[in-house]
């Protein structure tokens, strides 16, 4: 059976460059969303995460559009300079007054703290993904020996505890006065993942961030399991502190207690109902569906288009990064 190493190499070679923000991070929702998707009885982690992926994406959206002006700096330095095709003095009027409100608001909102924080977030994403995500694979394809043989290091105790309670409730399920217990199981590693990834995956990341990017990441913390409007599926950090104890900065998603209190008994209340009533064609089921086949939501799709525009003004190609 391949090594963690291996496992991981099979799932990066399906996924854009680390280099990406939208690109990437859309993947590994999708990995998320299928292997749910799947086995939704099974992998409840995996679900969750699908959702905690996209609204990280969501923040990664921000990051391409807050990057795209600056992308077209060099053809104002070009039409001045008398380089550029439309070398003439309306054409450079005209792309000053195109570019000098994008860039106004860029450089406001975009110091460098606030890049970095938003990089951080990245970061999280991807580390949580190569900590985790091997062992969907290896469980699929080997089982538990195949998970244990590759768990090594002693902060992957928690993973190890949840794939041995997974594998548990999977041999229960197939004893029918034990099939209820085995559910329990089930749903219990899926918390035990859940509390390994908040507990020893985010916090180096999450304690690097900026006092403006706790206070950002803290309102941007955004879980809806539906589509809907109905808050019975949603969970928001936000909502469940209360703004003023957000904006002041008293509570913040970034700390791992409040972080851990709020999915507690926000987040896994609301997600327990929404997967209790989960079937093929529920609203939660094609929210899945739709993160599984990689479809742009709009703010995605505003972010590839400035991040192809402000390039073509260059006369050059898009960055990769889209």
């Known amino acids: 059976m391949p090594t963690r190493d291996e496992w991981n190499a099979i799932l990066e070679h399906e996924l854009p460059p680390q280099s990406t923000y939208i690109a990437r991070n859309r993947s590994i929702t999708a990995c998320y969303a299928g292997w749910y998707l799947q086995e939704p009885w099974l992998f409840k982690w995996a679900g969750m995460a699908a959702f905690a992926s996209f609204q990280v994406g969501v923040g990664l959206a921000m990051v391409e559009m807050l990057l795209a002006p600056h992308k077209a700096v060099r053809v104002k330095e070009a039409l001045a300079s008398g380089q550029s095709p439309a070398n003439n003095e309306m054409a450079v009027r005209v792309f000053n007054l195109m570019l000098s409100l994008p860039l106004a608001l860029h450089d406001a909102a975009t110091r460098p703290l606030l890049l970095a924080d938003l990089e951080l977030v990245k970061q999280a994403n991807d580390a949580i993904f190569n900590d985790i995500g091997w062992a969907h694979l290896a469980y699929l394809y080997g089982g538990l020996d195949t998970v244990e043989a590759n768990l090594t290091s002693h902060d992957q105790s928690g993973l190890r505890e949840a794939f041995r309670m997974l594998d548990a409730g999977v041999h229960l399920l197939c004893k029918p006065q034990e099939y209820q217990a085995g559910l329990t199981l089930i749903n219990q590693a899926a918390v035990t993942m859940l509390r390994h990834e908040q507990m020893t995956v985010l916090p ?119």
Do not use: C
Request: hydrophobic content about 40%; cysteine-free.
């Open 204 to 322: 180096r990341y999450m304690e690097q961030m900026s006092d403006l990017g706790r206070r950002i990441a803290s309102l941007g913390s955004w879980l809806d399991f539906e589509g809907g409007t109905s808050l019975e599926s949603q969970a928001s950090f936000t909502f469940y502190y209360g703004p003023l104890a957000v904006l002041a900065g008293t509570r913040s998603v970034t700390n791992a207690a409040d972080r851990w209190q709020w999915i507690e008994q926000d987040v896994l209340p609301k997600w327990a109902r929404v997967n209790a009533a989960y079937d093929e064609g529920s609203p939660m089921h094609n929210r899945l569906v739709s993160l599984a086949h990689e479809t742009p939501t709009l703010l995605q799709q505003t972010a590839g288009l400035m991040n192809r525009f402000y390039p073509a003004l260059t006369f050059q190609s898009s960055s990769p990064v889209a």
